[in-house]
C-alpha cells in the first residue's frame, strides 16, 4: 500500500554532489513529513534532514550548509542535494515518510524505502 522508492546515490569524490530522491507512492493515506536519514557502518541511523507539509526543514547540524532538503507535493517526491560532501558522509541513506490511513485518521506511522548507498572517497 506504500511503497518508498530512492534513486541518485553513487561514488562521488570529496568535495562533490550528489544528488538522492525518493518517491512515495501510496493509496488511501494522508502523508505529512517526509526526510533522510543514514546509516554508516557499524553505527545507529542517524537523522540527516525532514521537510514537513508546508515547507518546514530540519537539519542535523553535520549536514547544515552542505545539504539542502525538498519537496515536490504534487509528485510526493522528497529530494536530498548533497553539496561539499566529506568521506564521513559515508553511509546508507534511507528515505523516511509519515503517512496515515485516511479511513480512520489514526496516529501517524513510519514508512522507510530501501536505501541508496552513498559512497564519498577522499
Known amino acids: 500500500q506504500v511503497q518508498l522508492v530512492e534513486s541518485g546515490g553513487g561514488l562521488v569524490q570529496a568535495g562533490g554532489s550528489l544528488r538522492l530522491s525518493c518517491a512515495a507512492s501510496?493509496?488511501?493515506?494522508?502523508?505529512?513529513?517526509m526526510g533522510w536519514y543514514r546509516q554508516a557502518p557499524g553505527k545507529q541511523r542517524e537523522l540527516v534532514a525532514t521537510?514537513?507539509?508546508?515547507?518546514?526543514?530540519n537539519y542535523a547540524d553535520f549536514v547544515k550548509g552542505r545539504f539542502t532538503i525538498s519537496r515536490d507535493n504534487a509528485k510526493n517526491t522528497v529530494y536530498l542535494q548533497m553539496n561539499s560532501l566529506k568521506p564521513e558522509d559515508t553511509a546508507v541513506y534511507y528515505c523516511?515518510?509519515?503517512?496515515?490511513?485516511?479511513?480512520?485518521?489514526?496516529?501517524?506511522?513510519?514508512?522507510w524505502g530501501q536505501g541508496t548507498q552513498v559512497t564519498v572517497s577522499s
Open positions: 523516511n515518510a509519515l503517512l496515515r490511513p485516511l479511513a480512520t485518521l489514526s496516529a501517524y506511522s513510519n514508512y
Open positions: 521537510i514537513t507539509s508546508p515547507s518546514r526543514t
Open positions: 501510496f493509496s488511501g493515506f494522508s502523508i505529512n513529513a
